[in-house]
């Protein structure tokens, strides 16, 4: 089993910046992809980065140039870095973790409001 906790949301007024931290433990020897999903109200689920175990990255194009992934691994952390935010970014975020194409599969951790205010 895999644990992943998120931290970091909030509200914040658009044109600012949060930073999501998603700490990973347990078994983790079992995830060599990580990603970041988030939900608005009334909408799907939506992949918004993606991080493989050789840094490999993939943005949803709405936040390419404004977010950036990375992983700690010495930590068993990842990060979303967001600039920029715009009130569309307005979700809960999560962290999920899994093997391969089939990543969404796996674990998911328990959400992060983000609020971005105009």
């Known amino acids: 089993q895999v644990q992943l906790v998120e931290s970091g949301g909030g509200l914040v007024q658009a044109g600012g910046s949060l930073k999501l931290s998603c700490a990973a433990s347990?078994?983790?020897?079992?995830?060599?992809?990580m990603a970041w999903y988030r939900q608005a109200p009334g909408k799907q689920r939506e992949l918004v980065a993606r991080i493989t175990s050789d840094n490999s990255t993939n943005y949803l194009d709405s936040v390419k140039g404004r977010f950036t992934i990375s992983r700690d691994d010495a930590k068993n952390t990842m990060y979303l870095q967001m600039n920029s935010l715009k009130p569309e970014d307005t979700a809960v975020y999560y962290c999920n973790g899994g093997r391969g194409r089939y990543h969404n599969y796996g674990y998911w951790g328990q959400g992060t409001q983000v609020t971005v205010s105009s």
């Open positions: 347990g078994s983790i020897f079992s995830i060599n992809v």
